[in-house]
């Protein structure tokens, strides 16, 4: 008989639905068993593509012994850390001031007042490495409640206590100026890697949030060596094993230093946000490589992660079936030289191991080799690497594919969205710019409510159960002034201010202008999660700063232009301390010293071939943050096209940056020009 899971949207919890462990859902109901049965919970947190947690999973929580005994001693609670990040960042936080480290999946241990006393991560079957089996955890854990309760109490509640006392050390409400920005540049130089491109040593994760901070301080001040460590980290990665030479996109992250094995599973923020990096490169430079890794992982998230809604599913398994029935990571990407034959004959073979670095002893297990790109002084003929290419992908099409999680998280999408619509505009893709109108139409239609809050996950067309937090509005107001930039249409621009005025009232703190990832009428936990700094993904804080930015320069609103300077302030304590994780901050912290700019272009209609052209070089314009609204002259559709008239019948640009206006233009070359100093 299935569990409680059966009915989730989740696709996480729905793999754990047919568990013999009796699993709950995240759920008052859940905390009331425990209190009614007198039991501890079992906190069980992962993600769908989450290897290890499919690990534990199969060695215990299908393991009919072990289902027994949670069963008969603990209320089990299963959390899909993607729809709750509320949930997991307080447990995560709880988890790593105890141990000093943290992971998933994360195992919890509770009292049915949801306060934590006892914690871990993966757990075995049997003791092994010096850690014990899962078995021992839970005999331990049980033993002591039942006769050291008094003992269970007390470190519980030490334990709330000092997360309460951890509240973010909150640098005031004053926003970064020059100088902070010039120490986060030079922390950033410290600690780049200049022989592989990247920050720090192994595992390496793509820095996508530090190059967009690199490429805008570039554009503001002229640094080149903020440009250097962007171009060169995006070269090594473009040309490593971390990015799909045959699919396009990239992989979570490269487990060595030089970006050759990845961690195989392909999540969606980071193609988003790579996605937009490499055309924002590509708009500095003109570079080819970013331009093509630009278009390969838009056309891959297009390809293999929209869902029949519209919307952008959340992720690829790292995992997949090797042909023999075994799931393995990584199997559907790898080539030994045999299989290159298989697939190639002989001499085209042959030249692929030498073009995509393909050995006979490998680079990853088992004489298989991750496809790269190494840097070679031989020429190749570009007609039959493209036709080697393109045998490969046929050919790997027939493997068994990696599993698909078909959630739609409303935050991610929302990074899909601005990629998508950037990168369509600047590559004349409209099929792309459609693309992310169809993500926005979804979140429109199911995640927003009547009030314009959001809700965090849909599945299938359905509405999830969890209310939106900070990241989702922020990113998706972010999304959608993308969108307003790029189409010319206004309505995108009203649901980006519907979100922010949710920021402003729900998630702000009115003293210290800090920022909250629940709203204030969220499900209250043991303490309500804060977190400013950007790692996988922006964090909602500095998410929120850069919409709230760009959300002022277009309408002129002070409140939210105060919001977001005030927000800022943390980036002025942590930018220099920490720059490495507080890449979006310090980006958003750029267009605010640069205005950001404001650019209205005007013409007779939108369709009109010189209107086009103005408004295709204000998209391209470097000026950090820009703001473009394009319409009619006359036209009601953007606040910035008001009393903008045609110039001599002509179509003209206005820029203006602190309530500065130039003349205005009806000269691409003079606006691209005002758009790069």
Known sequence: MPNRLAHETSPYLLQHADNPVDWWPW???????????????????????????????????EDEATADFLNAHFVNVKVDREERPDVDAVYMEAVQAATGQGGWPMTVFLTPEAEPFYFGTYFPPAPRHGMPSFRQVLEGVRSAWTDRRDEVAEVAGKIVRDLAGREISYGGTEAPGEQELAQALLGLTREYDPQRGGFGGAPKFPPSMVIEFLLRHHARTGAEGALQMAQDTCER??????????????????????????HFEKMLYDNALLCRVYAHLWRATGSDLARRVALETADFMVRELRTEQGGFASALDADSDDGTGRHVEGAYYVWTPGQLREALGDDDAELAARYFGVTEEGTFEEGASVLQLPQRDEVFEAGRIASVRQRLLERRASRPAPGRDDKVVAAWNGLAIAALAETGAYFDRPDLVEAAVGAADLLVRVHLDEQARLTRTSKDGRAGANAGMLEDYGDVAEGFLALASVTGEGVWLDFAGFLLDHVLARFVDEESGALYDTAADAERLIRRPQDPTDNAVPSGWSAAAGALLGYAAHTGSEPHRRAAERALGVVKALGPRVPRFIGWGLAVAEALLDGPREVAVVGPSLSDEATKTLHRTALLGTAPGAVVAVGAAESDEFPLLADRPLQQGAPAAYVCRNFTCDAPTTDPERLREALSS
């Open 237 to 262: 990665m473009a040309r490593g094993g971390i990015y799909d030479q045959l699919g396009g996109g990239f992989a979570r992250y490269s487990v060595d230093r030089d970006w050759v094995v990845p």
């Open 27 to 61: 759920s008052e109901e859940a905390f009331e068993e425990a209190r009614r049965s007198d039991r501890p919970v079992l906190l069980s947190v992962g993600y769908s593509s989450c290897h290890w947690c499919h690990v534990m999973a199969h060695e215990s929580f």
